[in-house]
């Protein structure tokens, strides 16, 4: 396994996601377009995505910034409210998810906007979580929805 692949599950499953939850949101997104569409064949573009140096880069970001918000350590005390209120105007956290959709072009943005508004599985579940005391998904909910829209558009593309 590619080093940023092997350090990006690490970090997510360090904050509470698999491999598996991601790879269940690539599903919920391409299975309308595909007969016999099995779990399996989309791992692979979820590892492929997580290959690349730009998305383990937003990845560190984004959780970063979610726990600096957790553990109250932002300097700028303005924003490290509206990160832990995962302020719906904020938008900054979807700016970052962008960033790795755009590698994989418009459906990956799609697709991005379909799992953002409907907050299947995982993205739902961390939203939820996000919003108990102590506790900022604000980012993370945007990336992992973000690396299961460009794994499905990878794939919707072979
Ligand atoms: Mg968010």
């Known amino acids: 396994m590619n080093p940023f692949t092997e350090k990006a599950l690490a970090m997510l499953e360090k904050r509470g996601v698999t491999l598996s939850d991601i790879v269940d949101c690539v599903y919920y997104l391409q299975k309308p377009y595909h007969q ?19 998305v383990w880069h937003a990845l560190m970001t984004a959780i970063e910034l979610d726990v600096l918000a957790e553990q109250d350590r932002f300097s700028n005390k303005e924003l490290e409210k509206i ?13 970052l998810a962008y960033g790795i959709c755009n590698l994989y072009g418009s459906i990956a943005m799609t697709n991005f906007g379909f799992i953002d508004k409907t907050k299947f599985g995982i993205v739902g579940k961390l939203n939820e979580e996000g919003k108990k005391q102590g506790i900022c998904h604000t980012f993370l909910d945007d990336m992992v929805g973000a690396i299961a829209a460009a794994a499905a ?3 919707a593309h072979r």
């Open 36 to 54: 016999n569409l099995q779990h399996k064949d989309l791992e692979e573009s979820v590892l492929k995505v997580l290959d690349k140096r730009e």
């Open 83 to 95: 990160v832990q209120m995962d302020e719906g105007l904020y938008g900054m956290d979807e700016v």
């Open 153 to 155: 558009s990878r794939f």
